[in-house]
């Protein structure tokens, strides 16, 4: 498994995905499910939030884990498929309303070519799919350095006029 | 016009660049055709029965000169000679290799043209009325808020996987001539009664096989609020769009299942979510725009106007062409002239690079060197002092362009159909050919009336051919060609989709039926009345017994 | 009634046919037909060129037996003859269509 952070440059992999808490403390950084979160994890531990991340489908609802995401130290959010773009909603709505702040990883049927839209919603990271290298992200990445829209991201140049009307989300 | 500036210059070199990867990496085998086709898609190349045909945005329906030259020379270089004008004031090449279509879309990109986004399911080029800036009835120029559109929406991060392709249609007169309410958001610009500018804002409507006109969600959106009331409306429909079923998929699926109410609360509440600050469009931004978009000033020149009289004495022919394709210019002594591509029996929509070429010279002498694309197929000459109507007229006729048919029964809106289209049942070209030839005679036609007949190959519906006063829908029924034929369709102003009359026609059943339709209406009408009024009146039954009984 | 193979070609999306050797030919004059029983076959022919990238979206299409093949799908005889709208310059597209020389093998 393959990690690339924002800049597309691949960084080690400190999370574990687990099906069940069994054989693992709280300090492990595992990742679970939603429904591991809500029946094993208290809500004001933040201690052990902190090393635990949550894994949600294009299907799950954030507003049920609402209570825990500012503590969370990850969020896995999995593509079911390239096309379907609700996670880039998803993604936007845990930065901006949600405040979450840590790791937020794109997994599942990703392209390189998205790797752009990725990063500017608010991903941090994405597990790169086997059938593709980390290398063509980080170029992809690299297709552009404007964009007309304030997006999550930070290296975009919002120039002039239009575009300063639209002032960076993650300059706050 | 708008100018592009540093920014949409390296925006665009840099998608030219991206694009030219892709097709490499193709063509090299190191991307699947699974992988490549959303991609390409993205950049309005489609595969279709011959060959590649590419989608080139218009935006909002307006073209410089140099831009139409350029779309000349890339139907001589890169296609066979000519480009078809579309529904959704576009163009499109129909015969383009893969292997070219990077360099293609180079040569586009130095007159500031592109593809971006004329496919796929992401927010399309946005269209707007052809007259703007033009006509008197504006309340502000579309195109100041098409252009705001086209910036927020090109790449944009979140809204580039939508459940479906989603379009957006913008006017700012009360008499629509850009079909707002059959698109996914309609805007039409309106100020409230403290004299505030605003929009009215339609969502929800669409044609294809689920034809709907789109229901009214906010009577007054502040201008400064449009983008993040866009912004709250996409996010809404990414989250809930529906995934499962193609045909399902649409946003006027979602409103009409939501109801227009909740859906328009749950806006409100994602609405209220944004920082306004984010998303506001400011005033100095606007007035840049304004003052890009501001037509050069025109002096009134009252003593050039020509009325109908003066003109036939010129020529007999030049009468009927004034009344059918001139229109009122806010500044008086100037007309809104519209080039018919519309010649009897021709290919509607289509124009050769020659006439391209022809036009861009004609918009340089007589029009500030601006064209306009409108959707119903035909171009623009926005700005046209009446003293030169004669000698423009002339050219025109020179270049097969003075059919004096726009808004006639032979303005034919027709997709491509079964002759290029992969995805049609039958041929609209050749409908939309015979229907027109049998509509011949000019004068007759000018009898008849405002006409408006819309064709398309399948029930996706390209052609419009739910809002046309006579529709005619292309089937494939046990491998033949049928035609469905509704009546009572209406794309502009009072929008309203069009009813089945009975069992469809072949090909030959299909031109006689629009000829009796016609022909009944011509035997119902009182003085005065068009043919959507006469239908209004008496509904279809005259019609249907006309068409069936006496079979 | 015995079937051909069709396909787009990767390069320019022309309309291709699978020939008797092999190759893949614009004309399609040049299509190998072959017996049902045998259509699997074809059609692994095609998705072979797809995986090496020569053509796109290979199908078989039921002909008449006749010379050259005929299909009775409307949709076919476009793809093989060119639109059949007939102003200027469509025609010569058609004329264009059918007088090109014979693709080069390519399988
Ligand atoms: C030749 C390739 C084309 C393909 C593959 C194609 C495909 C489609 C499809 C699948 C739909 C239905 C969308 C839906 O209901 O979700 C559609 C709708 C539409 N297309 Fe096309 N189309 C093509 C050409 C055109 C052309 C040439 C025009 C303009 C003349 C056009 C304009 C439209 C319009 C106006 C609609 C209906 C409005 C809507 O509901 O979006 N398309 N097209
Ligand atoms: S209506 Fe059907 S046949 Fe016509 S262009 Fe659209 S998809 Fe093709």
Same mark, same amino acid.
């Given at each position: 498994m393959t990690i690339v952070n924002a800049s597309g440059d691949v960084v080690e992999q400190g999370w574990t995905t687990v099906?069940?808490?069994? #054989?693992?403390?709280? /300090? /492990? #950084?595992i990742i679970v499910s939603p429904a591991v979160l809500l029946d094993s994890f208290d809500e004001a531990d933040h201690v052990s939030l902190s090393h635990t991340g949550v894994r949600l489908s294009v299907e799950d609802d954030v507003s049920e884990i609402a209570a825990y995401v500012p503590h969370l130290g990850l969020i896995e959010l999995v593509f079911a498929q390239f096309k379907d773009g609700r996670p880039y909603s998803t993604a936007l709505t845990l930065r901006r309303d949600y405040k979450f702040t840590h790791e937020l990883r794109a997994s599942g049927d990703v392209l390189p070519d998205q790797a752009i839209f990725l990063i500017r919603s608010g991903f941090s990271s994405v597990d790169v799919p086997d059938q593709f290298t980390a290398q063509e992200f980080k170029k992809s990445l690299m297709a552009y350095s404007v964009a007309y829209q304030s997006a999550h991201d930070s290296h975009v140049s919002l120039i002039d006029d239009l575009r300063r009307s639209t002032p960076d989300v993650a300059a706050e | 016009m708008y100018v592009y500036d540093s920014l949409d210059k390296t925006l665009l070199n840099q998608r030219v660049a991206e694009f030219r990867d892709q097709v490499q990496r193709r063509l090299d085998g190191d991307l699947t055709e699974d992988q490549f086709k959303p991609l390409r898609l993205m950049n309005g190349l489609y595969l279709q029965l011959h060959a590649y045909m590419l989608r080139v945005a218009i935006p909002y329906g307006t073209l410089s000169s140099d831009q139409m030259r350029k779309l000349a020379y890339v139907a001589k270089t890169y296609d066979r000679g000519y480009g078809h004008f579309t529904t959704r004031q576009n163009i499109q090449f129909n015969w383009i290799e893969l292997s070219t279509a990077p360099d293609l879309l180079y040569d586009l990109s130095e007159v500031d043209l592109h593809a971006i986004q004329t496919s796929g399911n992401c927010i399309r080029n946005v269209t707007a009325d052809p007259y703007a800036g033009a006509a008197a009835d504006e309340l502000d120029d579309p195109r100041i808020w098409s252009e705001v559109i086209r910036q927020w929406s090109t790449l944009h991060p979140e809204f580039s996987f939508l459940p479906r392709k989603f379009k957006i249609a913008v006017t700012g007169s009360e008499a629509d001539r850009a079909a707002i309410k059959f698109h996914d958001i309609g805007l039409k610009i309106v100020r409230n009664n403290e004299g505030v500018l605003g929009f009215a804002v339609y969502v929800g409507g669409g044609q294809g096989r689920t034809p709907i006109v789109a229901p009214l969600i906010k009577a007054f959106l502040p201008a400064p609020d449009l983008l993040r009331y866009l912004d709250a409306v996409l996010r809404v429909y990414n989250r809930h769009g529906r995934r499962d079923n193609i045909y399902k998929a649409r946003i006027k699926i979602l409103v009409d299942s939501m109801g227009a109410d909740s859906f328009a609360a749950e806006v409100a509440s994602e609405f209220n979510r944004l920082d306004p600050k984010l998303l506001s469009v400011r005033d100095d931004d606007v007035s840049r725009l304004r003052d890009m978009f501001a037509q050069p000033y025109l002096r009134p020149d009252p003593d050039s106007s020509s009325s109908f009289e003066d003109l036939v004495k010129k020529s007999p022919r030049l009468g009927p062409w004034f009344k059918s394709n001139a229109h009122p210019h806010?500044?008086?002594?100037?007309s809104i002239v519209t080039i018919s591509l519309k010649p009897i029996g021709g290919i509607p929509g289509d124009a050769t690079a020659e006439q391209m070429f022809g036009i861009a010279d004609l918009a340089d002498r007589f029009s500030l060197g601006e064209i306009r694309v409108t959707y119903t197929q035909n171009l623009i000459l926005p700005h046209v002092r009446q003293a030169d109507l004669f000698v423009l007229w002339q050219e025109l006729e020179r270049l097969n362009l003075a059919t004096p048919n726009v808004g006639l029964a032979s303005d034919i809106i027709a997709c491509p159909g079964l002759d290029y289209c992969s995805l049609a049942n039958a041929r609209s070209i050749p409908i939309s050919q015979r229907i027109s030839e049998r509509f011949a005679n000019l004068n007759a036609q000018h009898d008849v009336g405002p006409l408006d007949i819309r064709i398309s190959?399948?029930?996706?519906a390209c052609g419009h051919h739910h809002a046309g006063h006579i529709g005619i829908l292309g089937v494939d029924k046990k491998g033949e060609e049928r035609y469905q034929l509704t009546l009572g369709g209406q794309g502009n102003g009072e929008s309203a989709v069009g009813k089945i009359v009975g069992p469809g026609f072949d090909e030959d059943g299909i031109v006689d039926a629009v000829e009796t339709v016609v022909s009944t209406y011509l035997s119902l009408r009182t003085e005065g009345e068009v043919f959507s009024q006469t239908l209004a009146r008496t509904g279809q039954d005259p019609f249907k017994e006309r068409l069936y009984d006496n079979r | 009634m015995p079937f051909i193979l069709s396909a787009n070609r990767l390069r320019d999306g022309a309309v291709v046919y699978f020939a008797q050797d092999n190759s893949w030919s614009e004309r399609i004059e040049d299509a190998a037909a072959v017996p049902e029983d045998r259509v699997g076959k074809l059609e692994e022919a095609g998705l072979d060129a797809e995986a090496r990238n020569h053509v796109v979206g290979s199908y078989a299409i039921e002909v008449a037996a006749s010379c050259p093949p005929y299909s009775t799908r409307l949709r076919e005889r476009i793809r093989s003859h060119g639109p059949t709208v007939g102003d200027r310059q469509t025609r010569t597209a058609v004329e264009d269509h059918q007088s090109r020389p014979m693709g080069g093998p390519e399988g």
């Amino acid at each position: 498994m393959t990690i690339v952070n924002a800049s597309g440059d691949v960084v080690e992999q400190g999370w574990t995905t687990v099906e069940s808490l069994e #054989g693992y403390g709280p /300090h /492990h #950084g595992i990742i679970v499910s939603p429904a591991v979160l809500l029946d094993s994890f208290d809500e004001a531990d933040h201690v052990s939030l902190s090393h635990t991340g949550v894994r949600l489908s294009v299907e799950d609802d954030v507003s049920e884990i609402a209570a825990y995401v500012p503590h969370l130290g990850l969020i896995e959010l999995v593509f079911a498929q390239f096309k379907d773009g609700r996670p880039y909603s998803t993604a936007l709505t845990l930065r901006r309303d949600y405040k979450f702040t840590h790791e937020l990883r794109a997994s599942g049927d990703v392209l390189p070519d998205q790797a752009i839209f990725l990063i500017r919603s608010g991903f941090s990271s994405v597990d790169v799919p086997d059938q593709f290298t980390a290398q063509e992200f980080k170029k992809s990445l690299m297709a552009y350095s404007v964009a007309y829209q304030s997006a999550h991201d930070s290296h975009v140049s919002l120039i002039d006029d239009l575009r300063r009307s639209t002032p960076d989300v993650a300059a706050e | 016009m708008y100018v592009y500036d540093s920014l949409d210059k390296t925006l665009l070199n840099q998608r030219v660049a991206e694009f030219r990867d892709q097709v490499q990496r193709r063509l090299d085998g190191d991307l699947t055709e699974d992988q490549f086709k959303p991609l390409r898609l993205m950049n309005g190349l489609y595969l279709q029965l011959h060959a590649y045909m590419l989608r080139v945005a218009i935006p909002y329906g307006t073209l410089s000169s140099d831009q139409m030259r350029k779309l000349a020379y890339v139907a001589k270089t890169y296609d066979r000679g000519y480009g078809h004008f579309t529904t959704r004031q576009n163009i499109q090449f129909n015969w383009i290799e893969l292997s070219t279509a990077p360099d293609l879309l180079y040569d586009l990109s130095e007159v500031d043209l592109h593809a971006i986004q004329t496919s796929g399911n992401c927010i399309r080029n946005v269209t707007a009325d052809p007259y703007a800036g033009a006509a008197a009835d504006e309340l502000d120029d579309p195109r100041i808020w098409s252009e705001v559109i086209r910036q927020w929406s090109t790449l944009h991060p979140e809204f580039s996987f939508l459940p479906r392709k989603f379009k957006i249609a913008v006017t700012g007169s009360e008499a629509d001539r850009a079909a707002i309410k059959f698109h996914d958001i309609g805007l039409k610009i309106v100020r409230n009664n403290e004299g505030v500018l605003g929009f009215a804002v339609y969502v929800g409507g669409g044609q294809g096989r689920t034809p709907i006109v789109a229901p009214l969600i906010k009577a007054f959106l502040p201008a400064p609020d449009l983008l993040r009331y866009l912004d709250a409306v996409l996010r809404v429909y990414n989250r809930h769009g529906r995934r499962d079923n193609i045909y399902k998929a649409r946003i006027k699926i979602l409103v009409d299942s939501m109801g227009a109410d909740s859906f328009a609360a749950e806006v409100a509440s994602e609405f209220n979510r944004l920082d306004p600050k984010l998303l506001s469009v400011r005033d100095d931004d606007v007035s840049r725009l304004r003052d890009m978009f501001a037509q050069p000033y025109l002096r009134p020149d009252p003593d050039s106007s020509s009325s109908f009289e003066d003109l036939v004495k010129k020529s007999p022919r030049l009468g009927p062409w004034f009344k059918s394709n001139a229109h009122p210019h806010k500044t008086p002594g100037y007309s809104i002239v519209t080039i018919s591509l519309k010649p009897i029996g021709g290919i509607p929509g289509d124009a050769t690079a020659e006439q391209m070429f022809g036009i861009a010279d004609l918009a340089d002498r007589f029009s500030l060197g601006e064209i306009r694309v409108t959707y119903t197929q035909n171009l623009i000459l926005p700005h046209v002092r009446q003293a030169d109507l004669f000698v423009l007229w002339q050219e025109l006729e020179r270049l097969n362009l003075a059919t004096p048919n726009v808004g006639l029964a032979s303005d034919i809106i027709a997709c491509p159909g079964l002759d290029y289209c992969s995805l049609a049942n039958a041929r609209s070209i050749p409908i939309s050919q015979r229907i027109s030839e049998r509509f011949a005679n000019l004068n007759a036609q000018h009898d008849v009336g405002p006409l408006d007949i819309r064709i398309s190959g399948c029930i996706n519906a390209c052609g419009h051919h739910h809002a046309g006063h006579i529709g005619i829908l292309g089937v494939d029924k046990k491998g033949e060609e049928r035609y469905q034929l509704t009546l009572g369709g209406q794309g502009n102003g009072e929008s309203a989709v069009g009813k089945i009359v009975g069992p469809g026609f072949d090909e030959d059943g299909i031109v006689d039926a629009v000829e009796t339709v016609v022909s009944t209406y011509l035997s119902l009408r009182t003085e005065g009345e068009v043919f959507s009024q006469t239908l209004a009146r008496t509904g279809q039954d005259p019609f249907k017994e006309r068409l069936y009984d006496n079979r | 009634m015995p079937f051909i193979l069709s396909a787009n070609r990767l390069r320019d999306g022309a309309v291709v046919y699978f020939a008797q050797d092999n190759s893949w030919s614009e004309r399609i004059e040049d299509a190998a037909a072959v017996p049902e029983d045998r259509v699997g076959k074809l059609e692994e022919a095609g998705l072979d060129a797809e995986a090496r990238n020569h053509v796109v979206g290979s199908y078989a299409i039921e002909v008449a037996a006749s010379c050259p093949p005929y299909s009775t799908r409307l949709r076919e005889r476009i793809r093989s003859h060119g639109p059949t709208v007939g102003d200027r310059q469509t025609r010569t597209a058609v004329e264009d269509h059918q007088s090109r020389p014979m693709g080069g093998p390519e399988g």
